[in-house]
C-alpha cells in the first residue's frame, strides 16, 4: 500500500492564481481531511469528508473547496490565492469514527503564494 | 476546543527523560499522539482511551488522566531520533465524524 499520496510536494503561486492540490489513499478509508500547518500554531483542519459524495467545512474553510467524487480521492482546490495561503498542507485519511482509529498522513505540500 | 500542550519546547541530552503534557477544557475519553520530524508528515504514535488503555507501537509510554483532563506522554532515555515535534489531538466528542483537534506542538530536541 502506497497510504496517503499528495501531488504536488512544493508549489509557488502568484497572488489570484488558482491550483488544486491532488490527495489519494488506497486503505479504503471512508474519512479524508485537509488541514494547514502554519508555524508554532499546530494543524488547522480545513475541509473534511466522510465518503463519497459528502464533505463539510473544518475551522479555516475560506479560500477554499474541495469535492471527493471517489472514495480514494480528495482535491483541494484554491481559488484566488493570497499570501495568507502560503502553508503546509496535509491530507489525511482514517477508516472510520471511533476513539481509537488513527490518522494517517500524507507527506504534505508546501504551497508559497507570492 | 483545541487542547494546551506544555512546554512548547524541551532540548535533552541523549539519555534524559521528558514529560509532555495535553490538557482540554472538555472531557476527554481518548487522546491521540503523533510526532513530526522537520520536513515531514506527522507520524502516529499511540492513542490513550478513558480507562487508561494504551494501542501503540513505539516505545514510549502514555499516562491519561481523566480527572484532570489531561494526558501525559513520557520519553525515557531519550534517543537522538526522538527529536521532532510532539502534538496531540483530542476528538470532538460532539461530533460524529472523527475529527480532531490538535495542539500547537512540543518541539523535543534531543543532543548527543
Known amino acids: 500500500n502506497a497510504g496517503v499520496t499528495q501531488t504536488p510536494k512544493f508549489r509557488i503561486l502568484k497572488i489570484g492564481q488558482s491550483m488544486t492540490l491532488q490527495c489519494a489513499q488506497d486503505m479504503n478509508h471512508n474519512y479524508m481531511y485537509w488541514y494547514r500547518q502554519d508555524p508554532g500554531m499546530g494543524l488547522k483542519l480545513i475541509y473534511y469528508?466522510?465518503?463519497?459524495?459528502?464533505?463539510d467545512k473544518g475551522e479555516v474553510p475560506n479560500g477554499y473547496n474541495v469535492s471527493r467524487s471517489t472514495t480514494e480521492d480528495f482535491p483541494l482546490r484554491l481559488e484566488l490565492a493570497a499570501p495568507s495561503q502560503t502553508s503546509v498542507y496535509f491530507c489525511?485519511?482514517?477508516?472510520?469514527?471511533?476513539?481509537?482509529?488513527?490518522?494517517?498522513f500524507g507527506p504534505g505540500t508546501r504551497l508559497t503564494v507570492l | 476546543q483545541q487542547p494546551v500542550q506544555s512546554p512548547q519546547a524541551v532540548i535533552l541530552r541523549e539519555g534524559e527523560d521528558a514529560v509532555i503534557n495535553c490538557s482540554s477544557s472538555k472531557a476527554l475519553y481518548s487522546v491521540h499522539w503523533y510526532r513530526q520530524k522537520h520536513g515531514e508528515a506527522p507520524v502516529f504514535l499511540m492513542i490513550l482511551l478513558k480507562g487508561g488503555e494504551q494501542k501503540g507501537h513505539e516505545k514510549i509510554s502514555a499516562s491519561f488522566n481523566e480527572k484532570k483532563q489531561q494526558s501525559s506522554l513520557y520519553l525515557t532515555a531519550s534517543q537522538l531520533s526522538y527529536s521532532g515535534t510532539y502534538f496531540c489531538?483530542?476528538?470532538?466528542?460532539?461530533?460524529?465524524?472523527?475529527?480532531?483537534?490538535f495542539g500547537r506542538g512540543t518541539q523535543l530536541t534531543v543532543w548527543p
Open positions: 469528508s466522510v465518503g463519497a459524495g459528502i464533505t
Open positions: 489531538g483530542t476528538p470532538d466528542r460532539g461530533s460524529t465524524l472523527g475529527r480532531l483537534y
Open positions: 489525511a485519511s482514517s477508516y472510520g469514527t471511533s476513539p481509537t482509529d488513527t490518522q494517517y
